[in-house]
């Protein structure tokens, strides 16, 4: 598939599946509030999978794919901070309850593994038939650092997205209802809960970031395995990061900037990559000294408060 053994793909998807079937079936069976120790036991638990996937890549395919997966999922891992922001905002915009917000992300989570794997192959069709794409690419990484230099430019309003408006043209919408169920009957027709209107924001959401997130694994390299499963397996763990640092990534006052700086490195180095090759091993030394600057400034440069007089 794609250049790639089939394999391969078969020993991927059952650690997907399984992994996600223990996620929901097993940990997640019933619905309740997650705690930070519960949250911070299972991102642990993602990136160790995680990590044991990567050593299995580096021995079965070489060295450089290893280096590769491991680069791919550290920028995929760094730009899907930003997508706990907008959690967030989707939540607090359709007053999810806490016990309800990881089904949510769970149905988000399964969807954006099919959307990114569209994008991923389209993607790398588009760079080895049109080469030219490749600066195309580039141009939207270098564009995306501007945006992130300036918070002003962020959608604020995933509940006004317009996914989001088409699916309230098409369906009623059943406001303020407790429900945990996506649909429910409202004067004997089907009506659309804050649950499904949310997932529909969180999957909008997730189309805007992965036209910036898969160009930058693109520019890492070109092998479709290594660019989709990086990609997964920084999502699958994207559910469990997100109860865990929703109340302290917000602290991070250079998050954004470190991004931009992290979006910029990749534009550029897609762009001038016929000129000026950079190796796995470097890149993956830049994009590490880039956000650990960032978080180091982050702690030891807090924001100032204003006072009132």
């Not at 699916?167 to 004067?187: I, Y």
């Not at 805007?208 to 395995?225: E, G, H, K, Q």
Request: charged share 15%.
């Amino acid at each position: 598939m794609l250049g790639t053994p089939l394999h391969f793909w078969l020993i991927f998807l059952i650690t997907i599946v399984v992994a996600l079937a223990l996620d929901l079936g097993v940990f997640h069976r019933k619905s309740h509030t997650i705690q930070l120790k519960e949250a911070l036991l299972e991102s642990l638990a993602w990136i160790v999978v995680s990590l044991l996937f990567n050593v299995w890549v580096y021995f079965s395919q070489g060295p450089q794919a290893g280096l590769e997966f491991l680069t791919g999922y550290l920028v995929e891992k760094s730009l899907s901070l930003d997508n706990i922001f907008i959690f967030l905002i989707i939540f607090k915009s359709f007053r999810i309850p806490d016990k309800s917000q990881h089904k949510i992300l769970f149905y988000g989570v399964v969807g954006a593994l099919v959307m990114r794997a569209l994008f991923v192959v389209a993607g790398v069709e588009l760079l080895q038939y049109f080469h030219s794409v490749i600066y195309l690419f580039g141009a939207i990484l270098l564009i995306t650092g501007l945006r992130m230099l300036f918070p002003g430019s962020k959608e604020k309003r995933p509940d006004q997205n317009w996914l989001v408006r088409t699916v309230k043209r098409f369906l009623p919408f059943a406001d303020n209802v407790e429900s945990e169920t996506f649909f429910v009957k409202q004067g004997g027709k089907l009506a659309a809960t804050p649950l499904l209107m949310a997932l529909v924001a969180v999957e909008a959401m997730d189309i805007i970031f992965a036209i910036d997130s898969v160009p930058a694994v693109l520019a890492i390299t070109r092998n479709t395995f290594i660019v989709y499963s990086s990609n997964a397996f920084a999502i699958l763990g994207l559910r469990a990061l997100y109860f865990a640092l929703a109340g302290i990534l917000p602290r991070f006052r250079f998050l954004h900037q470190g991004l931009a700086t992290l979006l910029f490195f990749i534009g550029s180095k897609m762009i001038l990559s016929d000129w000026i090759h950079i190796t796995a091993p470097m890149s993956l030394a830049v994009i590490g000294t880039i956000l650990a600057i960032t978080i180091a400034a982050s702690l030891l440069i807090p924001e100032k408060k204003s006072h009132a007089a």
